[in-house]
């Protein structure tokens, strides 16, 4: 039913989804205050979004964007990001479309969830901010988007710090399956196929995303007050729609968009990357894959780095000094 669908209709049917459940929607739910590491959210009109941010570091500092995943928010950096500041760094922490103070300028341009509408919203937030060239860095959601960035738009990237290495979605590889011990840990994925996942995640946000966390990082021992800074951003008006929408972009269950077509191309044949690259795999995250790295090395051409370090799926939020520290030495590779 999907793969026939107009996005317009995936949010009909993910809405006719959770009032037949008896979901009432969450609406004008903003995030939470970010936590006091961060000071003040900014917000700037980037793209199609007015993108929320933090920024920390002297404004003539060499910048850095670091960049989350699901389910998770800018707090999974909000140890990292004062240490690089306080080396000198320009940081950028912005909230992805769906998430947090992240919000569409327009109700009615398309919430569109394709791989590269969220690269495309991070080189229009540098541009925003007049940032040339950054040192980007992230996990999950993250990774995938900086490498998307390090492969199209080089000249934009100084150095990459990316988990779990090379993470740009191949639409044809996903449709392959693989080992049933590797389709366990993807479980939500194919949960959020259904209008019953739809519906779950709509009215049991919260717990999905602690659910989650636990599996994710299953050696983090993580305090209620450091997940409730986080699910606050799961209560932006369109995290539901963006965050169903973009697996299921993943499992080809809704069609990619015309205006992306000639990226997607480039990205379908599993460009290269080649600037300076520290790769990092969590030794407990569960989908790092075997190998220490192996499995993605050949992707990466430039001047490289293979780190792996005692924690789960969220590494800059487990292991903040490690990766503030991979950060500074993907930037002198």
């Not at 492969?151 to 934009?156: N, Q, V």
């Not at 790295?293 to 005692?310: E, L, N, P, W």
């Amino acid at each position: 039913m999907f793969a026939n669908s107009s996005r317009r209709q995936f949010l009909v049917t993910t809405g006719t989804a959770a009032v037949a459940a008896g979901i009432a929607p969450v609406i004008g739910s903003g995030p939470a205050a970010a936590s006091p590491r961060f000071g003040q959210i900014r917000n700037i009109q980037a793209g199609v979004l007015n993108t929320g941010y933090v920024e920390l570091g002297p404004s003539h500092g060499e910048p850095v964007v670091l960049m989350h995943g699901f389910p998770y928010d800018i707090h999974s950096f909000e140890e990292v990001a004062p240490l690089l500041a306080a080396r000198g760094h320009r940081v950028i922490v912005p909230y992805f479309r769906g998430h947090g103070a992240t919000t569409f300028l327009s109700a009615s341009t398309p919430r569109n969830v394709d791989q590269a509408a969220f690269a495309l919203d991070i080189i229009a937030l540098m541009d925003a901010l007049k940032i040339p060239r950054a040192i980007l860095a992230g996990f999950d959601w993250g990774s995938r988007t900086g490498d998307i960035i390090a492969a199209l738009w080089p000249e934009r990237v100084k150095a990459l710090v990316s988990v779990t290495g090379y993470l740009i979605t191949n639409l044809a590889m996903n449709r392959t399956p693989t080992l049933p011990a590797n389709e366990n840990a993807w479980w939500y994925q194919y949960y959020f196929a259904t209008d019953r996942g739809a519906a779950g995640l709509t009215t049991y946000r919260k717990e999905m995303g602690d659910f989650i966390w636990k599996f994710n990082s299953p050696t983090w021992k993580y305090s209620e007050a450091t997940y409730a800074r986080t699910s606050a951003a799961f209560f932006n008006d369109d995290w539901v729609s963006i965050v169903i929408g973009n697996y299921r972009w993943r499992q080809s269950l809704l069609p990619a968009e015309p205006e992306y077509a000639d990226l997607e191309a480039t990205l379908q044949s599993a460009p290269k990357i080649a600037v300076p690259t520290i790769t990092i795999d969590g030794r407990y995250d569960p989908f790092t894959p075997a190998g220490d790295g192996s499995a993605y090395r050949a992707q990466f051409t430039g001047k490289y780095d293979h780190r792996v370090f005692d924690v789960g799926h969220n590494v800059p939020q487990e292991a903040p000094h490690d990766f503030a520290r991979a950060v500074i030495d993907a930037g002198r590779l």
